[in-house]
């Protein structure tokens, strides 16, 4: 049982600061990628940032600069480091694992960023 528990997130100012962490569980082989996805009401879901078990990552154009994410592969675990957050940055950041299997998701995070 693929298990993804987020944490990290919460209110903060523009211009501020928050690390989102995922750590991953029941699942070590067969993984494609892991990344961060976020939703905001009444918008789709979308792709923040992933980074394949090769190490290539990818960012979505409004966060290139100013997100980073890490993987840590021997503890199954991905982070994302968001600076210089904006207000259009509040969403639910869902984690996600891509594998041979499927995709798995965590329940989501909120971050909100106040102006």
């Known amino acids: 049982q693929v298990q993804l528990v987020e944490s990290g997130g919460g209110l903060v100012q523009a211009g501020g600061s928050l690390r989102l962490s995922c750590a991953a569980s029941g699942n070590f082989f067969g993984i494609y990628a892991m990344g961060w996805y976020r939703q905001a009401p009444g918008k789709q879901r979308e792709l923040v940032a992933a980074?394949?078990?090769?190490?290539?990552?990818n960012y979505a154009d409004s966060v290139k600069g100013r997100f980073t994410i890490s993987r840590d592969v021997a503890k199954n675990t991905v982070s994302l480091q968001m600076n210089s957050l904006k207000p259009e940055d509040t969403a639910v950041y869902y984690c996600?694992?891509?594998?041979?299997?499927?995709?798995?998701w965590g329940r989501g995070t909120q971050v909100t960023v106040s102006s």
């Open positions: 980074v394949t078990s090769g190490g290539t990552t």
């Open positions: 996600n694992q891509a594998t041979q299997n499927g995709d798995y």
